[in-house]
Structure formats: structure tokens, C-alpha cells
């Protein structure tokens, strides 16, 4: 492995060198432009594809062939453009994750990945913009992103879409049993509240979807999170907890807890109702009545990827078909326009389920996350405080 | 030859051992370390012999780390009454077939921590057989459950390090010379005061080995706490990672391990003296 | 009163290990689920199909080679590093002992995210690619604290007579140990070997820092547990278990007939 040191490089891993865990952000700031040829693919503007493209994703979060164990819209990709595409389910949490690349990539280094694929509510996106670490997207060779739904073109952390694009999205809403709870759910407050489900109630630990749901609850607006009602969120829902109405927050193993019936009622995301229902039809998910939350997963270019190559691929799955093939298997909501029309006549139960493709109504009652207040160390440790951490 | 350079041989036999862990352990707690004294907002994180950062972290998170050493504490009690029984009967009456036991006690561990505890979650649920019965002979209230409850966070920690507790135990057991306690029963013995006065104290050090295995990890332990307690169980270790992960306050997070790791250590040495470690942890010739 | 004294300890011995197996009888129960969605987590009917087809989950066989290489290398490695410490320990005198048992019991106490986050900035710092070998690497590291311990626990009560018996009787260092000492003390290291495999193929934490793009069995399924819980896992489990279990006791048969071989010929 050749590297070429300039001085600066030199300087800085000699002086650095025991404390490189303990100025990340420095370094990237004044060394962002003497990297190592160390890894994959290097950085660049050229509009010519690569020979190899290396992509990691939350896994099952694409479309499978179980008799060929193979994805067919990538191996559909691979065709299509000569290319080979290493494809790794290698995310599982966006925290971990992060706290994996952040070493490298504060130094500087590549990752050894073209694409990933990361959470907004997370803050990470958000936060990897800030600290320069994605490269922007090469938007001529994304034609296909005329096909982004509309809610989707505009977020606040990236108003014009020039590093991200989502790949799936979820909405978080109330998921219930009305047989154990005894009717219908439709409010946080019910939730928090009734004393018929004291103990049989759980919360996400993700801030965004706990605290916004709980700000919208209170008539605030979770896209501007101040002091005032960030505590006023915390508070309500110190309440519930004290109480001992809410019995746990959990990541998503909420979803064996619903189905066995230990808890009646919960903060859920819209995905795994998807597939909780197909086992358990009786089981409901609803939008809070004062409105609920849309995550998204971006599909995002490491510092070093290779620009051209990622956009073309993310191109690739902005075709309605593709789009559809992907959503037929993963289930999410998908972001592409149109896909749901392609799917009409091959899979009409998912081009109708609303959780899938929501309708205009349900987007509209779908509110996203302050970014800021997500990289907020004091908010943060107040959340870890009340969910206990 | 051997006998001039004879001073040497301990040496050697550690070298392999302690330069890995040197290389693979200590440098990394270097980084530690430094990180423990540093301070500021990710990412831009300074060193500055930020001492306050360990008082910081002790007052702050007393509860966590008290409830820490309880439930490592009894977990490891119930681990030592369950598995002692168990691990004689192997060694004493396992005849051929020891290994094969022994095999089946960590074969749990074949499947993944995720399933194993899915298992239970599916054994313990609110409507499930187990809770209903307890319910109905009183040992739960009538909206009594057992998931996400503090005997739950323990039960796991216990049911996860059983094996720990159980292969030391059997190890020492397994040596004893069953012509020694045939002797106490010759002289007069009856079975209980044999065991009480050869067997166990001969089994001491898989006693002390045993609990060092089970006690160390599970007070670092924070999954357990995560997947079957409320907020109320949540031990120091859950603390650790959500300050590492979520809140990413490095200095903190380091801290906080360093100062779990000190508590522990102190622990064991004082159990270690209460057992009397000269006859646990050296045989010189 | 007497069958039942004697039969006592059997009996608890008999509970005590269904108490371990409580929760994998659910396993390989569910391994035959037939849920309609993605989540196996209530009972939905029996099929046979997850066995019929334990590896259709796309990387779940890989991820299962690759756990179950790094526990066998791992623990192989750990074993012995660990025992040679645990020699050295527990038989000599010699300074820096005391040092030596702090530097062993102290991974033990580290938490497994700082453990595993330090050992990444090590291996980013020295640019050493992250895959395999530094999965490896961290496994055999935290594993030498357990073998040393549990071969501690077998060496401290280890009869020194039998080894002055053999020198008496012309036998070398050397060969006093290979033939008296090892065998001996094989039980603990067999102990400490079967405890460092349960460790390594169950590790999450420190893997998944340490993984680079290669993915475990435990970091699949954790990874894969956010959308899908699939039976072929518990199959997997299980039929891991079963192949143990059977390569057991075919030893045990085996050796039985070696034995009964050589008492014949003898």
C-alpha cells in the first residue's frame, strides 16, 4: 500500500498521534484536503463509471430472490452498466454505525463505501453535512429524481437535495390492539393517560419520534424545537413514566410485545405493522390525531466514494419499476412516484395499503424532526436521562 | 540448560499472552484514558486533565452504579447456588459422558443472545403460561407481570452467565480425589460434613473463579437491562453506551468506565481477601 | 427416603439443565413457525419448510462461517496464550505477578463499547484494514482473561506429587509435562476453550466496531432484527446445537470402543 505523506500529514500524526480519538472534528476541519490514497474509491468529478461500487444498507431492506438468494434489481443494475456491486448489510443502528466511521473518516480516510443509507432522525445526516463528510450528489446523472415524492424534495436539513435522497421512509403512529385495549386509539393522550393501560404502554427511544409526538400532543411544533417546549415534552412524559404508565422504550422490540399481548398499546413504526398484521389482521395503526412522525432513510456519499458511480445507482432506483420491484418485497414507504401505479396489477394489496404508500392526507399529518435538536447535547442527555440511560 | 536460565521460563510463558494484551488491550485504554480527561462537545473533544469528569461522573450516576453491583450481586449468588449442584453432579457422576455435559451447558450459546432472550420474552409474557399461573397462586398480583421487572433484568443476567459459573466450578470439583472424602467417611464423617469440610473448601477456587467470571461482566451488563427492564432497572452500563453512542460525550463515557472498572477491581479485592487468595490463585512448588 | 436421597442430586441436576434448556426448546419449537409476515415471535402453525431451506436469507450462511471460524481460531489462539499465562502464574514466583493478574482481570471489567470503540481507534490510527483479522484480534483478546481464570481455578489444586513421582521416576520437565501435567489439567483447558467458542460466537458489541464490512452471525442478526425475526436463525441455532451434540457423542462411542479394543487386546 503506497501512501504519499505530505508534511502536514506528517505533523499532524506525529503530534496527534495518542490523541487522535480526541480531536475528530479538528482534524477534519483543517485536514479535509490531504487525504490518503489508502482505500476503494477515491473522490471525483469524472463522469465515467467505475468497475466496482460498495454499498451498505440495513439488512432486508431491499428486494430478495429467496430461490436465488439474490437481489434482482441489483443484479439488474450490475447488468445494465458492467459493473460489480459489493452490497453489505452491515447498518443496524445508525448510532453504531457512526460510531464506526467516525474514526476514519474524521482522519480523513475513506471508508471503503461508495452508498450508505442512514437515518434523519438520527441527527447523523445532518451531522455528517455539517462536519464534511459526504461528498454532493452528481445530479446530472440523477434525471430520475424528477420521480421524488413532493413531501420529500425539500427537507430542512438538506433543502435541495444535494447529498441525499431517500431510499425508504417510515411514519411513526400508534400501534394497538382494540381487542385489549377496548376500542379504538387515537391521541398520545389516551396513551399516557388511561389507566386501563398502565404498564401495557411503550415508547420509542428514539428522541424524535418519543418528543415529537409528545410537542405535537401539546400543540408545538417538532420542526422548531425550543428550550420551552422540548422540557415541556420531557415533562408530560416524566409524568407517564413516574406513573409507571409507560412500561419501557424500547427500539423495535416493541413488536413481540404487541404481538403476544404484553403491552396493548405503543409508539410503532408503520413498517412493522406491515408485518405484524399479516400474522395478527386484528392488530390497528393510526397517525395520532394531532399528527405523527416521518423518518427517512437517506441513501448518502461518504467522502471518497465515488461520486458518479453512487448517483447513477441511486439514479437506478428512482425508476418506477425498480422502485416498485424494492417496495414489493421491503414494505416501507416508498419515495418514488409512481411505483405504487407499476404495482397495481402485479401486487394490488401493497399499492393499496396506506402504510405503503400513505395518502395525501396521512404526509400531511407526518411532521419531521428539528435536525438541530437531534445534535443537541443538552436535549440529548435530558432524553437518555428520562429513558433512563 | 534449562536449569541456568530457569528465571526466565515464567517470562516466557507469559510473554505470548501479555504482549497481546498489551498491544490489544492497554494502548486502546490509553486512548481511554486521555479521552477520560478531555472535554468538550463531539466532535471537537480536548485534552485537559479534566479530573472533574470522574467526580462528575460518580455523583451522577450513583443509582446506576449502586444497582449495578446489586443485580450483578445477586445474579451471581443464584448463578452460584444454581450451578454448584449442577457441576458436581457432572463431575462426580458424570463418568463418561462429562464432556457431553459440559457441552450442553454452553450450547445455549449457539443461538444468539436476540433469539435466546425472544424465547423468554415468549415464555414470560403477560399472557403467558407462567405469568398466568403465578398469578393464580398469588406470587403476582392479579396485574402483576414479569417482563420488564427488576427479577426479570436479573433472571437474565443470571441465566446468560450460568455457564461461567458452571465450567470453573466443575473444573476445580472434577480434581478432587474422591478417596479423600471415602476418608472422611472412615473417620467418622457424615456425607454433609464431608462436603462441608473437603469438598468445599477443595473447590474454592472454582468457587472464586466462578464468581470473578460471572460478577466482573455482569456488572459491566447493559443489554439485559435493556430488553427486559423499564428505566428503573437501567444499570451503569446502559449508561455508558448511551453516552457513547447517543449522546456521544466521549469524556463522560470514559470516565464512567474507568471509574466502573475501579469499583469492580475493588470489589474483587476484597472478596479475594475474604476467601484468602494465597490459596486460590498460586501453588508454587 | 433413601432412593429419594440418593436420587436428589440427579433430580436437581436433571432441573437445573432444563432450566438452561427452557428457552432453546422454545427456539427449535418456533424454528418450525410458519408466520405469514416477517416477525417470528407467536406461534403461527408448523412447516417444515425453514429446514427444507435454512440458509434462504441472502448472507445469513456466510455470516454463520464466518462467526463460527473466528470462534474456533479464536478460542484456539485464546487457549493457549491463556494457558501458558495461567502456568506462569500460579507456579512461579517472580516479580511483576501482581501487575500480570491486574492486566488479566481488568478486560474482564471494561464495558464492551469502550472496549470495542478503543480497540477501533488503535486499528484506524495504525491503518490496519478492519475485517476478519481485527474481528480475531479482539475476540482472542478479551477471551485470554477467561482461559486464564478458569485454568487457574484447575492448576491451583493441581497435586505436585504426582509430577515429583515422574521426575523421581527419570521423566524430564518436558516430558513430565506433556504426559503428567497436561493431561491432568486438559479438563480445565477443554472448560476454558468450550467457554472462550461461547464467548466469540456470541459477541456483539466489540465485533461490530471491529467488523470492517464483514459481517458476523450475531451481527446479522441483531441487524436484521429491526425488520425481520426469520425462523431459518432459530433452525440455524439448533441444527448447530444437534451437530455438537451428535459430534459428542460419537467421540464418547468412540473412545469407548478404543477402549474396549485395547482391553481386549490387552
Redesign the interface.
Known amino acids: 500500500m503506497t501512501e504519499s505523506y505530505n508534511r502536514k500529514e506528517l505533523l499532524r500524526r506525529g503530534v496527534a498521534g495518542s490523541a487522535l480519538l480526541t480531536v475528530p472534528g479538528l482534524l477534519a476541519a483543517c485536514g479535509g484536503g490531504s487525504k490518503n490514497a489508502a482505500t476503494t474509491a477515491a473522490s471525483t468529478t469524472a463522469q465515467t463509471m467505475p468497475k466496482k461500487l460498495t454499498w451498505s444498507n440495513w439488512p432486508l431492506y431491499i428486494d430478495i430472490n429467496e430461490k436465488t438468494k439474490t437481489h434482482p434489481s441489483l443484479v439488474a443494475f450490475e447488468k445494465h452498466y458492467g459493473v460489480k456491486v459489493t452490497y453489505l448489510e452491515d447498518i443496524n443502528d445508525n448510532d453504531s454505525f457512526f460510531g464506526k466511521i467516525e474514526g476514519p473518516l474524521s482522519q480523513g480516510q475513506s471508508i471503503g463505501r461508495d452508498l450508505i443509507v442512514m437515518t434523519d432522525s438520527s441527527g447523523l445526516p445532518q451531522r455528517m453535512v455539517q462536519l464534511g463528510w459526504l461528498e454532493k450528489l452528481d445530479k446530472s446523472a440523477i434525471p430520475n429524481i424528477k420521480n421524488l415524492q413532493p413531501t420529500q424534495q425539500h427537507p430542512s436539513w438538506d433543502p435541495n437535495r444535494d447529498y441525499s435522497l431517500p431510499w425508504q421512509s417510515g411514519m411513526t403512529g400508534i400501534g394497538y390492539d382494540p381487542k385489549l385495549v377496548g376500542g379504538d386509539i387515537d391521541s398520545l393522550q389516551q396513551l399516557l393517560t388511561d389507566p386501563k393501560l398502565k404498564g401495557k404502554v411503550t415508547m420509542l427511544t428514539e428522541m424524535s419520534d418519543s418528543i415529537g409526538i409528545t410537542m405535537l400532543a401539546n400543540g408545538d411544533d417538532p420542526l422548531h424545537v425550543t428550550d420551552k417546549t422540548f422540557n415541556a415534552a420531557v415533562s408530560r412524559l416524566q409524568k407517564a413514566v413516574s406513573s409507571g404508565q409507560i412500561r419501557q422504550f424500547t427500539g423495535n422490540d416493541y413488536a413481540p410485545l404487541l404481538a403476544n399481548g404484553s403491552i396493548y398499546a405503543c409508539l410503532a413504526w408503520s413498517g412493522d405493522m406491515v408485518q405484524l398484521q399479516a400474522d395478527h389482521p386484528g392488530l390497528k395503526w393510526v397517525l395520532p390525531k394531532d399528527g405523527g412522525m416521518i423518518w427517512t432513510d437517506n441513501m448518502l456519499i461518504p467522502k471518497g466514494g465515488n461520486v458518479f458511480g453512487a448517483s447513477t445507482l441511486m439514479n437506478w432506483y428512482y425508476r418506477p419499476d425498480i422502485a416498485a420491484e424494492v417496495e414489493d418485497y421491503v414494505n416501507y414507504i416508498c419515495p418514488v412516484v409512481g411505483a405504487d401505479k407499476v404495482l397495481e396489477k402485479q401486487d394490488p394489496a401493497v399499492a393499496k395499503n396506506p402504510l405503503i404508500f400513505p395518502t395525501k392526507a396521512m404526509l400531511a399529518n407526518a411532521h419531521e424532526f428539528d435536525g438541530k435538536a437531534l445534535n443537541n447535547e443538552k436535549y440529548k442527555k435530558a432524553f437518555q436521562q428520562l429513558i433512563g440511560g | 540448560m ?1 536449569r541456568r536460565h530457569k ?1 526466565a ?3 516466557a ?2 510473554a ?3 504482549a ?3 498491544v ?9 484514558a ?2 477520560s480527561l ?1 472535554e468538550g ?7 485537559g486533565w479534566a479530573w472533574g469528569n470522574f467526580h462528575d461522573a460518580v455523583s451522577s450516576y450513583q443509582v446506576q452504579f449502586v444497582r449495578s453491583v446489586e443485580y450483578a450481586g445477586i445474579a451471581t449468588a443464584i448463578a452460584l447456588v ?2 454448584y ?2 457441576a ?3 463431575a462426580f ?1 458424570g463418568g ?28 414470560l ?4 403460561l407462567v405469568v398466568r399461573t403465578l398469578q393464580h397462586i398469588g406470587i403476582l398480583s392479579s ?1 402483576g ?1 414479569l ?2 421487572t427488576s427479577a426479570a433484568v436479573i433472571a437474565g443476567i443470571t ?1 446468560n452467565f ?3 459459573m458452571v ?2 466450578l ?3 470439583l ?4 474422591g478417596r479423600l472424602i471415602e476418608a472422611a467417611g472412615d473417620l467418622y464423617a457424615s456425607k454433609p460434613l464431608a462436603f462441608m469440610r473437603v469438598t468445599l473448601p ?1 473447590s474454592l ?2 468457587v ?3 464468581v ?2 460471572t460478577f ?2 455482569a ?2 451488563d ?1 443489554i439485559n437491562a435493556q ?1 427486559l ?6 444499570m451503569i ?14 469524556p463522560t ?2 470516565s464512567l ?1 474507568f471509574v ?2 475501579a469499583a ?2 475493588v470489589l ?1 479485592l476484597i472478596f479475594a481477601r475474604l476467601l484468602g487468595t494465597e ?7 | 427416603m433413601r432412593f429419594v436421597r440418593r436420587h436428589i442430586l440427579s433430580a436437581y441436576a436433571v432441573l437445573a439443565l432444563a432450566y438452561l434448556f427452557l428457552p432453546i426448546g422454545v427456539v427449535v419449537a418456533f424454528s418450525f413457525n410458519n408466520p405469514k409476515g416477517r416477525f417470528n415471535y407467536t406461534w403461527e402453525g408448523f412447516t417444515w419448510k425453514n429446514w427444507l431451506n435454512p440458509f434462504g436469507y441472502p448472507g445469513l450462511g456466510g455470516a454463520l462461517k464466518v462467526s463460527i471460524e473466528i470462534a474456533l481460531l479464536s478460542s484456539l489462539f485464546a487457549t493457549i496464550l491463556g494457558t501458558l499465562v495461567a502456568l506462569a502464574l500460579v507456579r512461579y514466583r517472580f516479580r511483576g505477578s501482581a501487575t500480570t493478574n491486574l492486566l488479566i482481570f481488568v478486560p474482564m471489567t471494561t464495558p464492551e463499547v469502550v472496549m470495542g470503540a478503543s480497540l477501533l481507534t488503535l486499528f484506524v490510527n495504525w491503518k490496519i484494514p478492519q475485517g476478519f483479522g481485527t474481528i480475531l484480534i479482539a475476540h482472542i483478546m478479551f477471551n485470554v482473561s477467561y482461559v486464564v481464570v478458569t485454568v487457574r481455578a484447575r492448576l491451583v489444586g493441581f497435586d505436585r506429587h504426582l509430577e515429583e513421582a515422574a521426575m523421581d521416576l527419570g521423566a524430564n520437565e518436558w516430558v513430565t509435562f506433556w504426559r503428567v501435567t497436561l493431561p491432568l489439567i486438559m479438563p480445565g483447558i477443554l472448560a476454558a476453550a468450550l467457554l472462550s467458542f461461547a464467548l466469540s460466537i456470541d459477541d456483539f458489541v466489540i465485533t461490530y466496531f471491529n467488523a470492517g464490512s464483514t459481517i458476523t452471525f450475531p451481527l446479522f442478526v441483531w441487524g436484521a432484527a429491526r425488520v425481520a425475526t426469520p425462523p431459518q436463525i432459530n433452525v440455524i441455532g439448533t441444527a448447530i446445537f444437534i451437530i455438537a451434540v451428535t459430534g459428542m457423542l460419537a467421540n464418547i462411542v468412540f473412545q469407548n470402543l478404543r477402549l474396549r479394543k485395547g482391553a481386549l487386546a490387552a
Open positions: 534449562l528465571w521460563i515464567p517470562y510463558l507469559l505470548p499472552g501479555v497481546w494484551l498489551l490489544f488491550f492497554v494502548v486502546p485504554m490509553w486512548y481511554l486521555k479521552m478531555s462537545l463531539f466532535p471537537f473533544f480536548s485534552f444454581v450451578s449442584p449442577l458436581y453432579w457432572i457422576r463418561k459422558w462429562k464432556n457431553l455435559f459440559l457441552l450442553l451447558v454452553i450450547a445455549p450459546f449457539f443461538v444468539t443472545y436476540l433469539i435466546r432472550t425472544l424465547a423468554w420474552e415468549t415464555i409474557s403477560d399472557n403467558g396485574d407481570r417482563l420488564a441465566y450460568l455457564p461461567f465450567l470453573p466443575y473444573v476445580s472434577e480434581q478432587i480425589d477443595l477456587p472454582g472464586f473463579a466462578g470473578l467470571l466482573i461482566p456488572a459491566g447493559f430488553l427492564g423499564t428505566p428503573r432497572q437501567y452500563g446502559n449508561v455508558i453506551q448511551s453516552e457513547f453512542l447517543s449522546v456521544r460525550d466521549y463515557a470514559a468506565s466502573l472498572m469492580i477491581l474483587v490459596r486460590l490463585t498460586v501453588s508454587h512448588a
